[in-house]
Nanobody
Framework: QVQLVESGGGLVQPGGSLRLSCAASGFAFSINAMTWYRQAPGKQRELVAR???????IYGDSVKGRFTISRDNTKNTVYLQMNSLKPEDTAVYYCSDYGRYWGQGTQVTVSS
């Protein structure tokens, strides 16, 4: 049974930081790319960051230079370090491989 379990979301002030985690099980994590997506109310889901099995990364334009994706294949976990957070980063953040498997999402709210 495939599971992707996100954690680490919450309420943070503008300029603050959060680190999201996604623990995976039930599939070959280490050989798959992993992706963070987000969806804000009334908006389409967008790609935030992706990391390949060998560690290559891509980022959405709106988060470049502020967010960092990483992975630990020994723990079957992918991370998203989010710095310099802005109110427009408020969304539900989802972990996925490349769109086949999905987590339940974790809410990130950036507000003073």
């Amino acid at each position: 049974q495939v599971q992707l379990v996100e954690s680490g979301g919450g309420l943070v002030q503008p300029g603050g930081s959060l680190r999201l985690s996604c623990a995976a099980s039930g599939f070959a994590f280490s050989i798959n790319a992993m992706t963070w997506y987000r969806q804000a109310p009334g908006k389409q889901r967008e790609l935030v960051a992706r990391i390949t099995s060998v560690g290559s990364t891509i980022y959405g334009d709106s988060v470049k230079g502020r967010f960092t994706i990483s992975r630990d294949n020994t723990k079957n976990t992918v991370y998203l370090q989010m710095n310099s957070l802005k109110p427009e980063d408020t969304a539900v953040y989802y972990c996925s491989d490349y769109g086949r498997y999905w987590g339940q999402g974790t809410q990130v709210t950036v507000s003073s």
